[in-house]
Nanobody, 115 residues
Framework: QVHLVESGGGSVQAGGSLRLSCPAS????????MAWYRRAPGKQREMVAT???????NYADPVKGRFTISRDNAKSTIYLQMDNLRPEDTAVYYC?????????WGQGVQVTVSS
């Protein structure tokens, strides 16, 4: 059973930055593809950024150039650096680990961006 716990959410004004963290074992990070998703109020959950176990990254169009997904090997953590935040980025953000037909999710962390 994969257990993920996100941290780093909070409230920020438009134009500000936040960094979300998702610690996991090295073994998991070496085996699973990792991703960040979000669910805004009244909307379905959507992919924000993905990072394969080989290091390839992909971003949703609304966040390209503003968000960065990365892995810190020393801390065995996946990050989502979010810069130039906009009110429409307000959502609950979830860390995801994916392998084959299996998906593990964190409990989510709130990000609120005010104008």
């Amino acid at each position: 059973q994969v257990h993920l716990v996100e941290s780093g959410g909070g409230s920020v004004q438009a134009g500000g930055s936040l960094r979300l963290s998702c610690p996991a074992s090295k073994a998991l990070l070496d085996l699973y593809d990792m991703a960040w998703y979000r669910r805004a109020p009244g909307k379905q959950r959507e992919m924000v950024a993905t990072r394969t176990r080989d290091g390839a990254t992909n971003y949703a169009d609304p966040v390209k150039g503003r968000f960065t997904i990365s892995r810190d090997n020393a801390k065995s953590t996946i990050y989502l650096q979010m810069d130039n935040l906009r009110p429409e980025d307000t959502a609950v953000y979830y860390c995801n680990a994916h392998l084959g037909n299996y998906d593990a999710w964190g409990q989510g962390v709130q990000v609120t961006v005010s104008s």
